[in-house]
């Protein structure tokens, strides 16, 4: 995912735009709606703070229709996933199960971050962002040929989020009861599915909740029927600052084709046990580990101002690093960052914000998770 642009959308631009199947939604919920990656999509609806409470204390739900749903097809379609990512779907034995995972190039960077599914031996599925569905698609296809793997684009369904402590229990209320029976059973990163309705209890939140991957038509019957239940609609603003409390990654902010998974606190999603798995970008990474230069760190504002991307961050000695995302955290009532530093830059930082260094504490993401504070927040910092 990209930046979220928050000026509003020329009427010209936005007849240019793509739309989800819920775009007539929005509108007549009011929604301010922006350019994102191509998408006319909502960034909020009334408050952007409300939506990110909601998220936190009961259930919220976005439309995340603009990114795509690929599925692999073809009896080759596992060895082809354990050369194409990072992570090893070898783990992925029983259908449903799923697993995060960069895509990376021949030097180790991060073409897009993804979730894939284990359908059957023959059919798995990935999720991957907006702003490079094309980029991804083209990859795939290429590194696809010599596994004899089709790569599908699922145009004909749409994703929606639905996230928050109060979330399973309001989608179980609108899927066929055999399917809300099977979802109710689901551990995190496994999915059920009935027909073309798919379920995965998955997120980008740092809350429980589900994916929901389904046909257009039923895409807008099911928001109809969560609004009615009270769940809230939420944009890409609250969207944004739930998942960077939640310490997750964004796409081209946090990382992208020139940063590995080793240095945006993602060497974690890297399996290297299986030394006879050749992935793309294996080599690389090896070979960088030995000479790693950057890491990634969580940051608090120790007091007023926002946090904000691309600010340079300071640490003692004098080694410079910049913030890679930041902002302001409901949760915390005070601004937060994830930052790049050098590897053996040491504590205390200070981040310049309009001219003026700021004393920041160094701290491990999450910040928050399941609505609990992680990090001993700052004092409640008001937004400037």
């Given amino acids: 995912m990209h930046h979220v642009h928050a000026e509003p959308v020329p009427e010209m631009v936005r007849n240019?735009?793509?739309?989800?199947?819920?775009?007539?939604?929005?509108?007549?919920?009011g929604a301010r709606m922006v350019d994102f990656a191509g998408w006319d999509m909502p960034i909020q609806y009334h408050s952007q703070l409300d939506e990110h409470h909601a998220v936190r204390s009961?259930?919220?739900?976005?439309?995340?229709?603009?990114?795509?749903?690929?599925?692999?097809?073809?009896?080759?379609?596992?060895?082809?996933l354990r050369h194409l990512l990072a992570n090893d779907v070898a783990r992925l034995q029983s259908p449903g199960k799923a697993l995060y995972s960069c895509m990376l190039n021949h030097d180790g960077g991060v073409i897009d971050d993804l979730i894939v599914y284990f359908i059957d031996d023959s059919w798995f599925r990935l999720v991957v962002n907006a702003g490079t569905t094309d980029k991804d698609l083209a990859w795939l296809q290429t590194e696809a040929?010599?596994?004899?793997?089709?790569?599908?684009?699922?145009?004909?369904?749409?994703?929606?989020?639905?996230?928050?402590?109060?979330?399973?229990?309001?989608?179980?209320?609108?899927l066929p009861p055999d399917l809300a029976e099977r979802a109710s059973a689901l551990t995190p990163f496994?999915?059920?599915?009935?027909?073309?309705?798919?379920?995965?209890?998955?997120?980008?939140?740092?809350?429980?909740?589900y994916e929901l991957i389904v046909p257009h038509d039923d895409l807008q019957v099911i928001w109809r029927a969560l609004l009615a239940a009270g769940v809230?609609?939420?944009?890409?603003?609250?969207?944004?600052?739930?998942?960077?409390?939640?310490?997750?990654?964004l796409y081209g902010q946090d990382m992208d084709e020139t940063v590995s998974p080793l240095e945006c606190g993602l060497a974690w999603t890297v399996s290297l046990t299986d030394a006879h798995r050749r992935f793309v970008g294996r080599e690389a990474l090896e070979a960088l580990r030995a000479t790693l230069s950057r890491k990634a760190i969580g940051l608090v504002l120790e007091g007023r101002g926002v946090l904000r991307g691309h600010m340079p961050v300071r640490a003692a000695g004098g080694a410079l690093?910049?913030?890679?995302s930041?902002?302001?955290?409901?949760?915390?009532?005070?601004?937060?960052?994830?930052?790049?530093?050098?590897?053996?830059?040491?504590?205390p930082f200070e981040v310049e914000i309009r001219g003026q260094w700021h004393a920041v504490r160094e701290v491990k993401p999450p910040?928050?998770?399941?609505?609990?504070?992680?990090?001993?927040?700052?004092?409640?910092?008001?937004?400037?």
């Fill in 326 to 347: 930041g902002g302001y955290a409901p949760t915390l009532k005070g601004s937060i960052a994830l930052a790049r530093i050098p590897l053996d830059a040491r504590g």
């Fill in 190 to 209: 496994s999915a059920a599915w009935h027909g073309e309705l798919f379920v995965g209890r998955t997120g980008y939140t740092g809350e429980d909740g």
């Fill in 321 to 324: 690093g910049e913030i890679t």
């Fill in 232 to 249: 809230s609609p939420c944009g890409l603003g609250a969207r944004d600052t739930l998942r960077l409390e939640a310490g997750m990654n």
């Fill in 367 to 384: 910040f928050v998770r399941h609505g609990k504070v992680l990090v001993a927040s700052a004092a409640a910092a008001p937004r400037d």
């Fill in 145 to 174: 040929c010599a596994f004899g793997v089709e790569v599908r684009q699922r145009r004909d369904l749409g994703i929606l989020a639905v996230q928050g402590p109060g979330a399973r229990a309001r989608v179980h209320a609108v």
């Fill in 16 to 29: 240019m735009l793509k739309q989800t199947a819920l775009h007539a939604e929005h509108l007549r919920l």
């Fill in 58 to 80: 009961a259930a919220g739900m976005f439309d995340v229709a603009h990114m795509s749903a690929i599925d692999l097809l073809g009896a080759q379609t596992r060895d082809f």
